[in-house]
């Protein structure tokens, strides 16, 4: 699996996870992905992943208007989608610990850090 497909299966997480911290409208919210080198590249855009998250009532929607007039709508994480983060959170550190324990020994033969460092 390359790394756009696994980034792609975690977007949802991480987007609620940006949320979190502060309300933010898309394109700030895909800088914000590119700080932790999770590039929206040959993923697509971000706004279906939004429009989905407001659609299964996980984040408020709001419109501001800019200082150049135009109009931005705004993402803010609500109660449903903080539940949602906290659980996608602990399904992924579960699957986490279930591919490390299945890894363990080729772990063992090399460091961790050399696996990273590979990519």
Do not use: F
Request: net charge positive; proline share 1%.
């Amino acid at each position: 699996m390359d790394r756009t497909s696994l980034i792609k299966g975690h977007l949802e997480m991480c987007v609620l996870s940006i949320l979190s911290r502060q309300k933010s409208y898309g394109y700030e919210i895909m800088k914000e992905l590119e700080k932790h080198n999770l590039k929206l590249k040959g993923v697509g855009s971000i706004y279906p992943i939004l429009t989905k998250l407001s659609e299964q009532e996980l984040v408020y929607t709001s419109r501001e208007l800019t200082e150049s007039g135009k109009v931005r709508v705004y993402y803010e994480i609500n109660k449903n989608g903080q539940r949602a983060l906290t659980n996608k959170i602990a399904e992924w550190l579960h699957l986490q610990n279930d591919i490390k324990s299945l890894l363990a020994n080729n772990m063992k033969e090399t460091n961790e850090d050399d696996y990273i460092n590979k990519n």
